[in-house]
């Protein structure tokens, strides 16, 4: 595996929990990854609005949850919390997001239960709209970082056949969203991985 970063060690943990020898090697240790210090929470930003994805961030939503003790009551409580931290390091969060233009409501929020238009009264000073929900928040290094989020029209999450017999295995593109679609992505990379060696 190259890269320490979420991408690549979810999906070590994939080939691992399916009893395969797993070598990760990276330019930057896991704590120095821009993914040590992303927001962090789950929710698609900045990356392909597609079926694919949607499915990425719906299975990786249920791994986050079970991470972080179960999935949040169906109805958020008024004000944002966030429950205490488990030792995994992830936690239910509930709040608003907001917007000031006009913005259509997320693709996964159908999927997503808990998930509700704000009242007028909700939104903060100058948004024009909101919706209220609980989702996933992983904790992070404290500290200031520039990180990228490298984004293309498609997160690039299959496989090639190389010359000579290799098979080459890419996980990357996933912009504002790599912790959202990681488990999702890193499933299915495993089972392409796991399907061509045993
Ligand atoms: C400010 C900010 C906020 C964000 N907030 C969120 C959020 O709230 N929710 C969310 O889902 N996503 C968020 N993201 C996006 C998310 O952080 C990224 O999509 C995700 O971290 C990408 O993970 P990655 O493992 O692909 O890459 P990285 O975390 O960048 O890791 C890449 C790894 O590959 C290694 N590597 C790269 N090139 C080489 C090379 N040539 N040789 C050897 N090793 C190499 C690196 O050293 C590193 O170990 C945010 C991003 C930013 C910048």
């Known amino acids: 595996m190259i890269g320490a970063g979420v991408s690549g060690l979810t999906t070590g943990i994939c080939l691992a929990e ?24 789950w929710g698609a930003h900045l ?15 249920a791994e986050l949850e079970r991470l972080a003790g179960g999935a949040p009551a169906s109805s958020p409580p008024v004000g ?16 608003v997001l907001a917007a000031r233009t006009q913005t259509a409501q997320p693709r996964w929020a159908d999927a997503h239960g808990g998930f509700r238009a704000c009242a007028a009264g909700e939104l903060p000073a100058g948004y024009k709209l909101g919706w209220r929900f609980s989702a996933p928040l992983v904790d992070k290094v404290v500290g200031h970082r520039v990180g990228p989020r490298p984004v293309r029209p498609k997160v690039r999450a299959e496989a090639q056949h190389l010359p000579g017999g290799s098979l080459l295995c890419y996980n ?22 796991i399907t061509e060696l045993l």
Do not use: M, N, Q
């Open 18 to 41: 399916a009893g395969l020898g797993v070598l990760i090697r990276a330019e930057r240790p896991p704590h120095r990854t821009t993914s040590a210090a992303a927001g962090a929470l």
């Open 47 to 61: 990356v392909e609005a597609s079926d694919r994805s949607e499915g990425w961030a719906l299975r990786t939503l």
């Open 80 to 95: 944002g919390t966030a429950s205490a931290v488990p030792p995994t390091g992830v936690r239910i969060a509930s709040g």
């Open 172 to 193: 990357y593109g996933h912009g504002g969203a790599g912790i959202t679609l990681s488990w999702g992505c890193a499933r299915d990379i495993a089972d392409v991985i």
